[in-house]
T-cell receptor, first 114, second 115 residues
Framework: AQSVTQLDSHVSVSEGTPVLLRCNYS??????LFWYVQHPNKGLQLLLK??????LVKGINGFEAEFKKSETSFHLTKPSAHMSDAAEYFC????????????FGTGTRLKVLA | GAVVSQHPSRVICKSGTSVKIECRSL??????MFWYRQFPKQSLMLMAT?????????EQGVEKDKFLINHASLTLSTLTVTSAHPEDSSFYIC???????????FGPGTRLTVT
């Protein structure tokens, strides 16, 4: 069965410092992995996705993530946090067994301090 | 491309009434649509999966008679909350995917408040 673990429920960083949001997954298959961001009372916006091409994935707004099969990780990083990055971030694995369901992590709330 | 809309964005209804939420794929054919529910400060919980022209498949613990899902066309799915109660108040989000792709495209969500 597929599962996703987001290791931190809250992360606080100062503006201009690096961001690291951690995600580990469990999958019997070669997974498709996604990071989404959700601002308050809004829908989900795709930041980036991994679908078995390059292991280092670049997304929007300066975010990137590296797929590490040996560590079953897909951590999200950004070199320099901006105030507008404050939001909820979800790591997602797609069920490859034909249902196309998403399995969501519990989310990480990113706070950016001025 | 790949835009999903939801209507209404916010709705307030009285306890005991029914409310319908629409989810539309604006620029692609949605072979599968998903309905999620999100409680404050929590992750998304999948309620059901619907394929165009078929009955929806509900997740365990979701009352199918209470949350009626219809996916009558390749661009429209509706969620009807019947006999709504205050505990049904939540943020409902739909998503859609097209044939051959894993990626889901999300709507902006509907905030339901039952008074």
């Amino acid at each position: 069965a597929q599962s996703v673990t987001q290791l931190d429920s809250h992360v606080s960083v100062s503006e201009g410092t690096p961001v690291l949001l951690r995600c580990n997954y469990s999958s019997s298959y070669s997974p498709s992995l996604f990071w989404y961001v959700q601002h308050p009372n809004k829908g989900l916006q795709l930041l980036l996705k991994y679908t078995s091409a390059a292991t280092l994935v670049k997304g929007i707004n300066g975010f990137e993530a590296e797929f590490k099969k040996s560590e079953t990780s897909f951590h999200l990083t950004k070199p320099s946090a901006h105030m507008s990055d404050a939001a909820e971030y979800f790591c997602v694995v797609s069920d490859p067994a034909g249902t196309y369901k998403y399995i969501f992590g519990t989310g990480t709330r990113l706070k950016v301090l001025a | 491309g790949a835009v999903v809309s939801q209507h209404p964005s916010r709705v307030i209804c009285k306890s005991g009434t029914s409310v319908k939420i629409e989810c539309r794929s604006l620029d692609f054919q949605a072979t599968t649509m998903f309905w999620y529910r999100q409680f404050p400060k929590q992750s998304l919980m999948l309620m059901a999966t619907s394929n165009e022209g078929s009955k929806a498949t509900y997740e365990q613990g979701v009352e199918k008679d209470k949350f009626l899902i219809n996916h009558a066309s390749l661009t429209l799915s509706t969620l009807t909350v019947t006999s709504a109660h205050p505990e049904d108040s939540s943020f409902y989000i739909c998503s859609a995917r097209t044939s051959g792709l894993y990626e889901q495209y999300f709507g902006p969500g509907t905030r339901l408040t039952v008074t």
